[in-house]
């Protein structure tokens, strides 16, 4: 689950803003327990009890089902959510200039994968999944998610700075997950990103969401699938390579060729790589953000 800083995310806030609640959500992610069962443990009334699991339930955190039980239908609750990550504001560096450019998921200028795979527009499939031969059809210039479970996948994009400009900071920031056939929640991946060639680093992606349904994943998308990911910003900086400003490599602006025409991005999953999970890329039309892979230079 991800969540903006902003009124639509208040009930999860408010729903997780108890110490009963948060023992509740300890509870259900061991066991699917039912009212009486809670209050067992907790040690409180059933009442008390089912209006903290309403809570829960208005938040989307739990969900509950109704099984056959001795005495008839009984509820019972089940935890939802194993992940949730809060998106503030993006910060603005008022002292630079910029450039910006925004990638489609689809104009990929190279590519290498392994099934399962695919290609969705936002309208439909593009061609059968888990055939590679489809990353090469016409329609994925309109693609709005693709996914791989192994291999690369390859991006170019203009590099506007002029003779006189000197990059400071450069960000690429963009919606991504693990691939697992279906999803999976829990499903490590290790991702490594280059540049121009230079490998960035590595980062492990948690899993493959479909817990509840992508903000922007359009209706006609099966509910069993992957429905979001995580916005994930790169950012190479003069002091090294940072994910969402967690430290991912070495790599400083100085490292880069700022005089060449392209930049070129890849995002691989590597054969050799310890948690072969798999990548999916969301882009406008998919998943909780509604933009492609974009790419800021900041410049004085």
Avoid at 22 to 36: A, C, D, F, V, Y
Wanted: hydrophobic content about 35%.
């Amino acid at each position: 689950m991800q969540l903006e800083i902003n009124k639509t995310s208040l009930p999860v806030f408010s729903a997780l803003a108890s110490e009963v609640r948060l023992e509740i959500i300890q509870l259900l992610s061991k066991n699917k327990m039912n009212i009486k069962e809670l209050s067992a443990v907790l040690g409180i009334s059933s009442p008390i009890v089912k209006k903290h699991v309403e809570k829960l339930e208005e938040a989307g955190i739990i969900r509950t089902e109704k099984i056959p039980g001795k005495s008839g239908l009984q509820r019972i609750s089940i935890l939802k959510v194993d992940h949730i990550e809060v998106n503030f504001p993006k910060k603005i560096y008022h002292s630079f200039a910029t450039y910006e450019t925004s990638i489609p998921i689809g104009h990929f200028t190279d590519y290498q994968v392994k099934p399962t795979c695919g290609l969705a527009t936002s309208k439909d499939f593009i061609g059968p999944v888990d055939q590679t031969k489809y990353f090469m059809d016409p329609q994925r210039m309109q693609a709005s998610i693709l996914w791989f479970t192994q291999g690369f996948i390859e991006y170019k994009t203009p590099n506007y700075l002029q003779e006189a400009d000197q990059l400071q900071q450069l960000e690429i920031s963009f919606e991504i997950g693990s691939e697992f056939p279906f999803s999976n929640d829990v499903w490590p991946s290790d991702i490594t990103f280059s540049l121009n060639d230079q490998e960035l680093g590595t980062w492990q992606s948690p899993g493959d969401y479909a817990d509840i349904r992508g903000m922007y994943t359009p209706e006609w998308w099966p509910d069993n699938l992957n429905q979001y990911g995580l916005l994930k910003t790169i950012r190479i900086t003069s002091h090294g390579t940072y994910m969402d400003g967690e430290p991912l490599s070495d790599v400083t602006i100085a490292d880069l060729d700022t005089g060449i025409d392209l930049w070129k991005l890849r995002m691989e999953v590597k054969e050799e790589a310890e948690h072969v999970g798999g990548l999916t890329l969301f882009g406008r039309h998919f998943g909780n953000h509604d933009q492609d892979i974009n790419v800021k230079l900041y410049y004085i």
